[in-house]
């Protein structure tokens, strides 16, 4: 199945002594009292650095998201402080021009298109804690050679590889996207064990995007409960990967 779902992530550079988590309860409550196509929501910390996690069916939910916090939204950056904070959205072209035109400057604000063979591979839960667990990998491509068409050349592998693969049954969402010279790859799972297990599935063609795009810019972001990034801890963080754990009153809508 077609993904088309929007994903935002809002990080914060929390100012030493600030308070932010007192934000969680009224941010998930605001939520929970809104657009109900909201997909899932969640705060995760990694430091003094917290990490909203959101999801939402359409470009249309994302801005009724934004009318319903809009004002603790613009509050909370304004205490932090704009240079502070990093949001990127995500997701199908179409629907982010619709979010793109109702944003008027006051969100810092970073758009990367989905790739239309982007997978749903299992249905999303609904009225339930959020446990999932989301990697996102980001690769700068330099601008030479025909390093980005050579690198999306790859994406059906990925794809291919991922829905026959040993973690199919566990995946939730996986696809690519685009922003300028970076592509991300942007990973939903059930748990570590199955994140392990597509890992696995796509490492030998993941060689062949390092292959391509040489010696890169490269990041990984992991997502999810304490117990869960433990198991992956011994694999992604000799990669550098940046851990952010997630708050228990995560949830799907």
Known sequence: MMDTHLSVAIICDVPAGEDY????PKFYSKVKA??????????????????????YKNGAALLAHFTDVRDDLEGMIKKIGKERVMILCSGPAS???????H???YLPIKFAELDSGALILNAFPKESEDTHVTIIHKFS????????EKFKFLFPKFYAATKSGHGAAGALY????????SIYCRGGYKNADTAMLLGADVQEIFEE?????????????????ATELEKLVPILAPREAIFWELDTGAFWM
């Open 174 to 181: 996986y696809g690519f996207l685009v922003s300028d010279d």
């Open 103 to 105: 944003i008027d400057g």
């Open 141 to 148: 491509v330099p601008a030479v050679n025909l390093k980005m």
């Open 21 to 24: 988590k007192s934000y969680f």
């Open 95 to 101: 629907e982010l021009e619709k979010v793109k035109n």
């Open 34 to 55: 809104g657009t109900k196509d909201c997909l899932y929501y969640g705060f995760a910390t990694c430091g003094n650095k917290v990490l909203c996690r959101e999801g």
């Open 209 to 225: 995007a390092i292959e391509v795009v040489g010696a890169v810019d490269y990041s990984i972001n992991v997502v999810g409960p």
